[in-house]
């Protein structure tokens, strides 16, 4: 069995927030740019020291007084952890790709691939290993459907009917090869594995601004409902998730707390207690019922270092949780400590320490079976560094 990735090729969450945007002005509506990136893996529990070329990712912006589009593709490939493939872009799929009306400057509409609304918008924290919420289907999430956009006032409404999750790219997985993390027809890798679609979600997230003593805060709530479509006994059961999300900032400080509760009751043949998820050319189980909780803080280092060389340096920590309800499963966690800077314009460095208990991510704990049972259910730690030309 191939040891499907680990997943810090999402790595879009201090690129956000740290990196100035660069692309390439094809007109006065048109960008075109991309992201050229390399990988020091470093675990000590599995003997694995490597450095390798990880990503391409060429995206496209347009933007007029009304319309407006995005869209982003990622290409892996042949170099660790897809040594499995012969050559690089045997793994390749869309991050986001959609079409989108602004009404005014406060509403507009998205139409294709894009983000479901919930929770802390568009990311749960500032690593760029993404939360266990990613991990679980709840974060970074793109699916095929209409999202509405409004802000009235401090308040900022998003609501969204999605119709199915992304279609399938290139690669070997059975139903995995997707960005987002959603439910999919098992690798034959997975034990008891299932075979779910999800189809005909609405999600709806509303937020409000405030100012407490000085910390610019977001206060939301967020939901989420949608049918699974159990293709091996062709009923349907249901993902249901509510989330409570808090974002803080002051001067260089910033903290974010997340609470999001998912259920879903699917039709498996066999065992209802858990679903298979896949994405990133690899599929994996995780319990059908939990509580997800995160917490994030981050401090920005202001001023230029190394001869105005070395900019944007920012600490961050996170630490997320995955705690299951009944079967006696072995709950999982995951904390990450980092550090980011830029080097000059356009070269965007991240080191983070990973460390994590019954997390398919870390170490040498199951990667099919740590976010349902259980794995090791011991902490196991590796270290990840970024290293990515943006333009």
């Known amino acids: ?58 995206y496209i912006n347009y933007t007029s007084d009304s319309w407006i589009a995005s869209a982003r593709y990622r290409f892996y490939g042949k170099a660790y952890p897809y040594q499995y493939t012969k050559k690089f872009g045997d793994i390749s799929f869309p991050e986001y790709a959609w079409v989108g009306y602004k009404f005014d400057e406060n509403r507009q509409v998205q139409v294709g691939l894009n983000q479901v609304p919930f929770g802390i918008q568009p990311y749960f924290s500032n690593t760029v290993t993404e939360t266990l919420g990613y991990t679980l289907g709840l974060e970074d999430l793109n699916e095929v459907g209409a999202k509405y956009k409004q802000k009235f006032g401090d308040w900022d409404l998003q609501a969204g009917y ?146 105005d060389t070395v900019n944007s340096i920012k600490l961050y920590s996170n630490y997320s949780t995955f705690l299951k309800s009944g079967n006696g499963y072995q709950d999982t966690q995951r904390y990450i400590g980092g550090v980011s800077f830029m080097v000059g314009n356009y070269v965007f460095i991240a080191t983070e320490w990973i460390f994590g208990k019954n997390d398919p991510y870390v170490g040498g704990s199951s990667y099919t079976q740590s976010l349902a049972a259980g794995g090791t259910n011991h902490w196991e730690n590796q270290v990840l560094s970024n290293i990515g030309f943006y333009f």
């Not at 740290?18 to 529990?45: E, M, S």
């Not at 000085?214 to 939901?223: F, I």
């Open 1 to 58: 069995m191939k040891r499907p990735l680990l997943h810090i090729g999402v790595g879009a969450c201090l690129i956000g927030s740290a990196l100035p945007a660069f692309a390439i002005q094809v007109t006065d509506n048109l960008q075109i740019g991309a992201a050229i990136r390399a990988r020091i893996d470093y675990d000590p529990d599995r003997d694995i020291e490597k450095l390798n070329f990880d990503t391409f990712r060429p």
């Open 162 to 307: 999605y119709v199915r999750p992304a279609f399938q790219g290139k690669g070997t997985s059975k139903g995995g090869v997707t960005y987002s993390n959603a439910p999919t027809d098992a690798d034959s890798y997975v034990t008891d594995g299932s075979n779910n679609q999800e189809r005909n979600m609405v999600a709806l997230r509303i937020a409000k601004a405030m100012d407490l003593g000085g910390w610019k805060t977001e206060l939301g709530a967020s939901a989420l409902t949608s049918e699974l479509q159990n293709r091996d006994t062709d009923n349907n059961g249901r993902r249901n998730a509510l989330g409570l999300h808090l974002t803080s900032s002051k001067g260089p400080w910033t903290t974010g707390f997340l609470a999001a509760r998912q259920q879903m009751s699917p039709r498996n043949p066999g065992n209802d207690d858990f679903v298979t998820l896949g994405g990133y050319d690899s599929s994996y189980n995780i319990a059908s019922r939990g509580t997800l909780l995160v917490a994030d803080l981050n401090y920005d280092i202001g001023g230029k270092y190394l001869g």
